[in-house]
Antibody, heavy 117, light 106 residues
Framework: QVQLQESGPGLVKPSETLSLTCTVSGGSISGYYWSWIRQPAGKGLEWIGRIFMSGSSDYNPALKSRVTLSVDTSKKHFSLKLNSVTAADTAVYYC???????????WGQGTLVTVSS | DIQMTQSPSSLSASVGDRVTITCRASQSISSYLNWYQQKAGKAPQLLIYSASNLQSGVPSRFSGSGSGTDFTLTISSLQPEDFATYYCQQSDSTPVTFGQGTKVEI
């Protein structure tokens, strides 16, 4: 059974960089897209972007200038960096596996990141 | 970006009720439409993919239909564990976009 686990700081200061890692266990990291989605408290889901095992990636244009995705197949993890954060970036961040591009069939439990000084 | 609009935003129902949620895309997305269920404090779970295909392990009381711009999620007989928020999502093009959610309450 594939499992995903997000990790990273739960508190980030404004203007700094949010960095999260998603570790994949119980399955291969190869052959899939791996996505990041976020959800502010009490609000809906926002797609951040996705990366393929080859390193090719797609980003939400609303965040593209601030987002970098990367993947390390040897360590079976992929990462999100979001720079110049503000309070508007406070959210639960989820990583997910796309069984086909855009269809997330396995999700991490989510990690709350708060942007505050 | 493709806009996804769900209706209603919330609904009250009872155990055993038939529940229907609709989702409309701002342009045709063929059958690239997924439905997710999210319970409070939990990650979303995939229910239906490609508009009408039941994800493995999902009860058969859930069904999806539609193509183009109009889609429907139906729960044939609502169970206590079905009280949750449901999201549609288009996977036709990037950026992937979600509906605003439909909260199903008692």
């Amino acid at each position: 059974q594939v499992q995903l686990q997000e990790s990273g700081p739960g508190l980030v200061k404004p203007s700094e960089t949010l960095s999260l890692t998603c570790t994949v266990s119980g399955g291969s990291i190869s052959g899939y897209y791996w996505s990041w989605i976020r959800q502010p408290a009490g609000k809906g889901l926002e797609w951040i972007g996705r990366i393929f095992m080859s390193g090719s990636s797609d980003y939400n244009p609303a965040l593209k200038s601030r987002v970098t995705l990367s993947v390390d197949t040897s360590k079976k993890h992929f990462s999100l960096k979001l720079n110049s954060v503000t309070a508007a970036d406070t959210a639960v961040y989820y990583c997910a596996r796309d069984v086909t591009a855009g269809t997330a069939d396995h999700w991490g439990q989510g990690t709350l990141v708060t942007v505050s000084s | 970006d493709i806009q996804m609009t769900q209706s209603p935003s919330s609904l009250s129902a009872s155990v055993g009720d038939r529940v229907t949620i609709t989702c409309r895309a701002s342009q045709s997305i063929s059958s690239y439409l997924n439905w997710y269920q999210q319970k409070a404090g939990k990650a979303p779970q995939l229910l239906i993919y490609s508009a009408s295909n039941l994800q493995s392990g999902v009860p058969s009381r859930f069904s999806g239909s539609g193509s183009g711009t109009d889609f429907t999620l139906t729960i044939s007989s609502l169970q206590p564990e079905d009280f949750a928020t449901y999201y549609c999502q288009q996977s036709d093009s990037t950026p992937v976009t979600f509906g605003q959610g439909t909260k199903v309450e008692i």
